[in-house]
């Protein structure tokens, strides 16, 4: 098992992926990484990342670096388990650039989706970070699920009627004193 990655390793990884690929392109970190970058939590156990587009190398790169760093790495976003939200690419947050490649986080808002479909103690933190740090906000969110809702009946392991309710729940405005939920 490898070790845990901290944000030294994170940023050694990116800066060889884009001094070893061989064309430019675009990596989108997500998960553990955007949450290690942002400083929610000092440790991840995998890097989540995707390549669009993909530069020539990316694979092979990846071959070497995830032994020669000891890092996992995982080829995983949001889109993989819920549907993909409109306009996302526009959304992702620049990070920085190494030799190639330009690394963005992953949208907020898909990443925040994608978390709360899943509902894992430390994703509902991550979540709650992102509305604290003002990356997300309840009503956009929800917005962005209905767009998304008529698509997932594609993603035959959910439950949509629970997924809405627990997006629903999450966006509901804590001011309101009626407990209203978006519907």
């Avoid at 070790?3 to 884009?18: I, Y």
């Avoid at 992702?92 to 509902?119: M, N, V």
């Amino acid at each position: 098992m490898r070790p845990p990655v901290q944000v030294q390793k994170l940023e050694t990884l990116m800066a060889a992926m884009g001094r070893r690929v061989k064309s430019a392109g675009r990596i989108y970190l997500t998960g553990g990484a955007t949450a290690l970058l942002h400083g929610w939590r000092p440790m991840t156990v995998d890097v989540d990342l995707k390549a669009d587009p993909e530069p020539a190398g990316f694979f092979e790169v990846i071959a070497v670096l995830k032994d020669e760093l000891a890092v996992n790495i995982e080829l995983a976003s949001p889109s993989d388990f819920i549907p993909e939200l409109p306009n996302w690419r526009e959304r992702s947050l620049f990070i920085a650039r190494h030799g190639l490649i330009d690394f963005y986080h992953y949208d907020p808002f898909s990443q925040a989706l994608s978390k709360l479909e899943r509902g894992h103690t430390r994703d509902l933190t991550d979540v709650n970070a992102m509305l604290h740090d003002g990356l997300i906000r309840r009503d956009h969110l929800f917005q962005l699920f209905m767009d998304i809702e008529p698509m997932l009946i594609r993603y035959p392991s959910l439950d949509p009627k629970t997924f809405r309710a627990v997006v629903a729940e999450f966006c509901k405005d804590p001011s309101e004193a009626n407990g209203n939920i978006p519907s």
